[in-house]
């Protein structure tokens, strides 16, 4: 299309979660809004991330629960793994999702432009690249949304057979028999999970003294340990010496700090995600950009330079998570609008992984609030004992509560719930609510669980903060 010199209310640079949400929040409270995308529109998140990672995921449940069938009764045989067929099914679900997304902004009146996106002085964006190369747009706001692409590390060469990151990981169409997996962070142990239950034997290298680093330590234990009796390997303070491929281009050795040599077929990269910044502000603007190349911003998602925000992964300080950049659209379109807005608060939003166990929080861990000084109550409930756990066969994890001690020494304000075991990615939403919310448990627990239910054991949780727990003391 031609329309340089074209003019919109707002110009997003970038289709991700955080993009195609500022354009949506914005298009319906009547702006008119162009989206600058170099490729679909759903970002990493759609086509290279959250959602095939956690398609993968589902293909590894469902293996797990057939092998599983002959405690209910259910004699299915020995299952196999047709790893292309699953494979075709995520690309189902993905485009599925895709054309949903492009035809909810069509239905806005969302103009999308295809190429890279430049902000120029005075709210110009020039489009490179893409099928409307040479373009050039305005917007009376700007929001600048790039996104992230995989970290890699030096000495391991992505060649996307023998070295891989979730890019590449996520388009593979078989089950490697080994892999070491680079990083135990969120990504890193739900791939790790996921090729295990698959029948790969996985290594984890981690170059901190625990996977789920960020994560409260009880919760990481308890996935560790699940690891360990699935026969996943862990090295925690092990760095990466070194990798020698093999002579046929399928897979090498990898040297580690710790002495051994791990002799795989593939290796996954999975230590982060970098902004991706680069040719994204032209000279002549007061947007800083730091020296990891993340984009500085305040509370409301403003830059310095008036009229432009900046949302999602590209920018300095946040958890890089789509929900995040969901959040932080919605406050830069009402600041935009000049409406009371709420800034997102970072240390509280909710955090979900995939493993097996699953594990999802929010707000602060037991230690995060030691370290802080503070004075706090900490409750324990495992899994073991919920009905609902026992009746599904999953009994794995526990849910634990932080709260601040009172003078008289009961629970008052609720600092952080952590949860690892079955579900519990579906059950944080009443955690989020009480941190949020800075509830205290006498108040949380006048809530009724349904019987029987996984959510049971956060409500007995938070109930044996008041004193007066019926199964937990």
């Given at each position: ?11 997003v640079?970038?289709g ?5 949400a ?5 298009a ?12 679909k ?25 057939v092998r ?10 020995e299952p ?12 189902a679900?993905v485009?599925?999702?895709f ?11 969302v103009?999308?432009f295809h ?5 120029l ?16 747009i ?9 996104g ?11 060649d996307?057979?023998?070295?891989v ?5 996520l ?6 028999e ?15 999970s ?5 029948g ?8 901190l003294?625990?996977?789920?680093s ?7 234990a308890?996935v560790?340990r ?20 093999r ?8 040297h580690?700090?710790?002495?051994p ?7 996954v990269?999975s230590?982060g ?9 032209a ?9 990891r190349?993340f ?13 432009v ?24 379109v ?14 509280r ?7 097996h ?14 370290s802080?000084?503070?004075?706090i109550?900490?409750?324990k409930d495992?899994?073991g004992?919920n ?20 003078p008289?020494?009961s ?12 579900w519990v ?9 009480a941190?949020?919310?800075?509830a ?15 959510s ?8 044996a ?9």
């Amino acid at each position: 299309m031609t329309t340089t010199g074209a003019q919109f209310d707002v110009v997003v640079i970038g289709g991700g979660p955080g993009g195609y949400a500022t354009a949506l929040y914005g298009a319906a409270a009547g702006l008119s809004i162009a989206i600058v995308e170099r490729d679909k529109v759903g970002g990493t998140c759609l086509h290279r991330g959250c959602v095939p990672a956690k398609e993968f995921l589902e293909t590894a449940s469902v293996y797990r629960t057939v092998r599983g069938s002959s405690e209910f009764g259910i004699e299915a045989g020995e299952p196999t793994v047709d790893f292309s067929v699953s494979q075709a099914r995520k690309n189902a679900v993905v485009d599925r999702l895709f054309r949903g997304l492009s035809g909810l902004l069509k239905g806005r009146k969302v103009t999308v432009f295809h190429g890279n996106g430049t902000l120029l002085r005075g709210h110009r964006v020039r489009i490179s690249e893409g099928a409307d190369a040479g373009n050039e747009i305005v917007g009376r706001a700007i929001v600048l949304a790039a996104g992230s692409v995989p970290r890699t590390l030096p000495g391991l060469p992505v060649d996307g057979r023998s070295v891989v990151t979730s890019d590449e990981f996520l388009d593979l169409d078989r089950i490697p028999e080994s892999v070491a997996v680079v990083g135990g962070g969120a990504i890193g142990c739900e791939f790790a999970s996921l090729l295990s239950d698959l029948g790969s034997q996985v290594s984890v290298v981690e170059a901190l003294p625990s996977i789920l680093s960020g994560c409260d330590a009880d919760v990481a234990a308890v996935v560790h340990r699940s690891f360990r009796k699935r026969g996943i390997d862990v090295h925690l303070g092990t760095q990466i010496e070194g990798f020698v491929p093999r002579p046929n281009g399928t897979g090498g050795v990898l040297h580690l700090s710790d002495g051994p040599e791990i002799d795989v077929d593939m290796v996954v990269i999975s230590v982060g995600r970098r902004p991706r910044s680069e040719g994204l502000v032209a000279e002549g603007t007061a947007v800083v950009i730091d020296d990891r190349g993340f984009v500085v911003s305040d509370r409301y998602q403003r830059t310095h330079e008036p009229g432009v925000w900046a949302v999602g992964d590209i920018v300095a300080g946040t958890p890089q998570l789509a929900h995040v950049g969901f959040a932080e659209a919605i406050v830069a379109v009402q600041c935009m609008l000049g409406e009371r807005t709420t800034p997102v608060d970072y240390e509280r939003v909710p955090w979900a992984i995939y493993c097996h166990p699953e594990v999802a929080f929010a707000g602060l861990t037991e230690e995060h609030a030691r370290s802080r000084g503070l004075d706090i109550v900490v409750k324990k409930d495992p899994f073991g004992g919920n009905s609902r756990a026992q009746i599904l066969g999953d009994t794995e994890g526990l849910v634990k509560v932080v709260a601040e001690r009172a003078p008289d020494g009961s629970a008052r304000r609720i600092l952080g719930v952590h949860m690892v075991g079955p579900w519990v990615t579906e059950q944080i939403g009443a955690g989020y609510l009480a941190v949020n919310w800075e509830a205290t448990p006498l108040e949380v627990a006048q809530f009724i669980q349904p019987h029987p239910s996984l959510s049971e054991t956060f409500g007995e949780t938070v109930l044996a903060l008041t004193g007066r727990g019926l199964h937990v003391g």
